[in-house]
């Protein structure tokens, strides 16, 4: 069976978008311990202290829960402003975690958006990513994006998660149907509203 080369490219960029996003979160994780490494996957996600705090569903404490489920049902950590979530007012910081800031913005930007500090490649870990292109600094511009939309959010929240369709009890793809209704299945105007404000606070 043969793809459309449309399809061919649109999977290659999430190829692209997987890899520097990768390499990308190892940079940004300074405190990891043990010290991630760009090119290794092994020591990350639960098996890593400072991974498994990003990925653990908001109603659990990683350094206090002896056991939890990790399901497409709950946020992790990393959607999160801080990483704090108030049981009282769950919306409250909700997709404004810095981790996902940085990732849109070198998803869809450059990596010159992201803090200078953060590089994205540590020294001597320079090795290309496949179909790797200068034109991915134009990647929005490629898209026609003008703004952040809901669904861009999407898409870099499920990539930031360790990838597979189904991880465990995590579906990947119900993860991304659950984001996209949070945005687009506002019940009435107050949800609307906080919808609203937070786009526009990305597109600040």
Avoid at 8 to 35: F, G, I, S, Y
Avoid at 76 to 82: I, Q, V
Avoid at 103 to 112: E, M, Q
Wanted: glycine residues 6%; neutral net charge.
């Amino acid at each position: 069976m043969m793809f459309s080369s449309s399809l061919k490219e649109q999977m290659l960029l999430v190829a692209d978008d997987a890899c520097h996003l990768k390499l990308a979160v190892v940079t940004w994780l300074t405190d990891a311990n043990p010290r991630l490494i760009a090119h290794d996957k092994t020591g990350r996600g639960l098996y890593n202290d400072a991974t498994a705090r990003l990925i653990c569903p908001v109603e659990f404490d990683w350094d206090k829960a002896e056991y939890f489920l990790i399901t497409a049902h709950s946020w992790p950590h990393f959607l999160y402003k801080d990483g704090r979530y108030d049981p009282a007012n769950p919306a409250e910081g909700l997709f404004q975690g810095i981790l996902l800031v940085k990732a849109v913005k070198l998803t869809f930007t450059s990596p010159s958006s992201v803090d200078e500090e953060d590089r994205v490649v540590p020294p001597g870990q320079g090795k290309r990513c496949r179909g790797e292109r200068r034109t991915r600094t134009h990647i929005a511009g490629l898209l026609g994006m003008k703004k952040v939309a809901p669904r861009a959010i999407t898409y870099v929240a499920v990539q930031l998660r360790p990838w597979r369709l189904v991880y465990g009890l995590f579906d990947h793809t119900k993860f991304y149907d659950n984001i996209v209704s949070w945005f687009e299945d506002t019940r009435d105007v107050e949800e609307k509203k906080f919808v609203d404000e937070l786009l526009l606070w990305w597109n600040k």
